[in-house]
């Protein structure tokens, strides 16, 4: 009978929990009974191993070759002439829990695993070298979180998020503290950096907003019919500004003639790797909702492996691994797999199909299992333990990475909800999700308003200032594909993996499913592929 290909030992090895050397998946492929090769040598290893060594095989076959039965009984006991790509998850035959389960491809594993099928039916490997990546990750507000939710965390949120942000500012203009700009004389130039308390409109048509510094409040009129009037539809309550302007005759009040945002200087040249490395920038998975794309993610779990695939090295998942319960309301009834655990089980699952070779790093969202209050910690250890398939690392939302030199700020994107529900459409929609990232790197945070929509917690430090400006800002959370640059920024927002839900139907959210954004770190170009 034919001799099994290494991509056939490869996935019954999977199926066992195994993975293998390349010279012992050799050995393993020259047995005449595959399936009693592989017992006998998962039997024999000691129990702590995970990859089996040639060492280990070269102990087993030949205890087994003095028991093995006549080769024509061996051969009428396995008459499957298939052979299934690696990337599938599925073997030729055994039992249907082998069938299900997908292959798990280790760092370790041999290049059979790592690899598609050629046309002789071997596998092409993927070319990756471990020692040339880097990723290191930033606030990260996992294991520091110090708020208890007493006032004085909100006083030392909110004093840590000026003083930040003013440092941006300060440099722009010739600022005075609000006190003593309220003792200049009437008539005056004067500039103030503050924090927006209040944002209304006069009986005139006039915008008066009030500005907070930590000495105290005051008056700024932008009057209808100046230029920057047609900014003050873009300013939200606690975001960071500064204003120039001339003081009324009498005190009392700034006329504004100019107001600057914190923004990205226009000047910005981001960092680019200094090799042809690409990353995957996915969001939204939500596996155990009955709308859960699953063809479409084996889809691009299977080209991953493919050549057209071989210098992505690393996936970037930018929250709602699982769609969680109790999210919102009747969301039970769309429910695949009803328990969160389990939820987070299928997930890995689904995680052990894309190559193990690669750098895979999560953080959570609003449907995961971690506190809803942003910044959101990382997944505790139990989550952990259970989506710990290639050795993947964790991360909280937000938090900043560096991928050789490159840094890509992740965010899941609640926020995103607010500033399109606050600003005109043409400045912020759901149907261009980059635009709505524009407004937050213009004003340098991921949520600067307060106690609306998105949830905040006070803590020591304000984790969601942008002091630094990343080379790629990835956000996910309101399901649908946008990009853009802005002032030499790329923003991204990666669509998602499920279908459109009886809650999405009933807000008119039509979302983009199945789009894997590729970023090629070394010049910045995006490919996006549709599964």
């Given at each position: 009978m034919p001799r099994p290909t290494p991509v056939r030992v490869v996935s019954e090895l999977a199926s066992r929990g195994y993975n293998a050397e390349r010279e012992a998946v050799t050995l393993l492929a020259r047995a005449d009974d595959l399936d009693r090769a592989i017992e006998r040598a998962t039997e024999s290893a000691p129990t702590d191993t995970l990859t089996l060594s040639a060492e280990d095989v070269?102990?087993?076959?030949?205890?087994?070759?003095?028991?093995?039965?006549?080769?024509?009984?061996?051969?009428?006991?396995?008459?499957?002439?298939?052979?299934?790509?690696?990337?599938?998850?599925?073997?030729?035959?055994?039992?249907?829990?082998?069938?299900?389960?997908?292959?798990?491809?280790?760092?370790?594993?041999?290049?059979?695993?790592?690899?598609?099928?050629?046309?002789?039916?071997?596998?092409?490997?993927r070319s990756v070298n471990p020692e040339l990546r880097s990723l290191d990750v930033q606030g990260d507000v996992t294991g520091r979180s110090t708020g208890t939710g007493e006032y004085a965390d909100f006083v030392a949120t909110f004093r840590d998020r000026y003083e930040r942000l003013s440092g941006l500012l300060r440099s722009r203009v010739n600022h005075r503290p609000t006190e003593a700009v309220d003792a200049m004389a009437g008539g005056s130039d004067a500039a103030i950096v503050g924090m927006i308390a209040d944002i209304r409109s006069t009986a005139n048509g006039h915008w008066l907003v009030e500005l907070e510094d930590t000495t105290g409040t005051f008056p700024c009129l932008v009057l209808k019919d100046r230029e920057i009037a047609g900014v003050v539809d873009e300013l939200l309550l606690d975001e960071l500004v500064a204003v120039e302007g001339t003081l009324a005759g009498d005190g009392g009040i700034l006329f504004v003639d100019e107001l600057h945002f914190p923004d990205v200087p226009r000047t910005y040249r981001p960092s680019t790797a200094d090799r042809h490395v690409r990353a995957a920038l996915i969001s939204d998975v939500h596996v155990g909702s009955q709308e859960f794309a699953a063809d479409a993610w084996s889809a691009f779990a299977d080209w991953l492996h493919t050549e057209d695939a071989a210098a992505v090295e690393y996936l970037l998942v930018a929250g709602d691994m699982v769609e969680g319960v109790g999210v919102y309301p009747d969301q039970d009834e769309e429910l695949d797999i009803v328990d969160i655990y389990e939820q987070y089980e299928a997930f890995a699952e689904r995680l052990k199909e894309v190559p193990g070779d690669m750098e895979i790093l999560l953080i959570p969202g609003n449907h995961d299992a971690v506190r809803l209050a942003e910044p959101q910690p990382g997944f505790d250890e139990e989550l952990r333990n259970i989506m710990s398939a290639h050795d993947a690392r964790f991360s909280g939302n937000p938090s900043t990475v560096t991928i050789e030199g490159v840094t890509i700020l992740m965010y899941h994107g609640v926020s995103l909800d607010e500033v399109i529900a606050e600003l005109p459409e043409e400045k912020a929609n759901y149907d261009e999700p980059h635009k709505a990232m524009y407004q937050l790197l213009k004003k340098r945070h991921i949520a600067p308003q307060y106690g609306g929509h998105t949830r905040l917690a006070p803590e020591e430090r304000d984790y969601l200032v942008m002091e630094e400006i990343p080379d790629v800002f990835h956000t996910g959370h309101v399901h649908k594909l946008g990009y853009g640059k802005y002032h030499n920024v790329l923003a991204i927002n990666s669509g998602c993996w499920q279908e459109q839900t009886s809650f999405q139907k009933s807000v008119n959210i039509d979302p983009d499913v199945g789009y894997a954004p590729i970023l090629d770190l070394d010049t910045l170009d995006l490919t996006i592929q549709k599964f």
């Open positions: 070269e102990t087993a076959l030949p205890a087994l070759e003095s028991s093995n039965p006549p080769a024509d009984t061996a051969e009428a006991s396995d008459t499957s002439t298939d052979n299934p790509s690696v990337s599938g998850g599925t073997t030729s035959h055994g039992s249907n829990e082998a069938t299900n389960s997908p292959v798990e491809t280790k760092g370790s594993a041999i290049g059979a695993a790592d690899g598609k099928l050629d046309e002789e039916g071997g596998a092409s490997e």
